[in-house]
């Protein structure tokens, strides 16, 4: 079945740039999602990407995408505090339409 | 648009006892999704539908019921509460290959 492994912690100084990993089981997944949850909220989302694309920029969030390894990752530059929450993975496929979600990645950012 | 409203936001439950958690959606989307986050983990897809009077079983939907008589509401039946269903859920929804929107959870706790 479907599979969402992602590293629970990263810590990062304020100002440097945080790389979160991710790495999916389906190979027929069609898009790839990151969403970004604050203590005691919901999940927002923050970026996601097509699986015929390699990269997407959108401001401070870069995503890239390398089909082959099944591996996703989110750098997120000038890691400011509000940064601080937890990153959720996720991968939706094509042959269903489950949305599977990995544990979430934990950034701590520090001073 | 209100986006998605889940209710209530909190509830203390006995062991037991039965309650059914409420969704709805105003953005005329085909899929929705509950999902149940246990503290320090990701979530696990309960149940899902794809559209009104298609429901499908998600990772974990033993003790939950879901009915989808609507394209707007999408409600979660807890039978007979159990401390293992201790969580907070969140449900979404999605048109097409969108993204999720998620409502803000319900924390429910079972005593």
């Known amino acids: 079945g479907e599979d969402v492994e992602q590293s629970l912690f990263l810590s990062v100084r304020e100002g440097d740039s945080s790389v979160i990993n991710c790495t999916y089981t389906?190979?027929?997944?069609?898009?790839l999602y990151w969403y970004k949850q604050e203590p005691g909220a919901g999940l927002q989302l923050l970026t996601y990407i097509f699986s015929n694309m390699d990269m997407k920029q959108d401001q401070r969030l870069t995503v890239l995408l390398n089909k082959k390894d099944k591996h996703l990752s989110l750098r997120i530059a000038d890691t400011q505090t509000g940064d601080s929450a937890i990153y959720f993975c996720?991968?939706?496929?094509?042959?269903?339409?489950?949305?599977?979600f990995g544990k979430g990645t934990r950034l701590h950012i520090l001073p | 648009n209100a986006g998605v409203t889940q209710t209530p936001k909190f509830r203390i439950l006995k062991i037991g006892q039965s309650m059914t958690l409420q969704c709805a959606q105003d953005?005329?989307?085909?899929?929705m999704y509950w999902y149940r986050q246990d503290p320090g983990m990701g979530l696990k897809l309960i149940y899902y539908s794809v559209g009104a009077g298609i429901t499908d079983k998600g990772e974990v939907p033993n003790g939950y019921n879901v009915s989808r008589s609507t394209t707007e509401d999408f409600p979660l039946r807890l039978e007979l509460a159990a401390p293992s269903q201790t969580s907070v859920y969140f449900c979404?929804?999605?048109?097409?290959?969108?993204?999720?929107?998620f409502g803000n959870g319900t924390r429910l706790t079972v005593t």
């Open positions: 389906d190979s027929s997944s069609t898009y």
């Open positions: 953005m005329n989307h085909n899929y």
């Open positions: 996720a991968e939706t496929a094509n042959r269903d339409d489950k949305i599977i």
């Open positions: 979404a929804s999605r048109y097409g290959n969108s993204p999720l929107h």
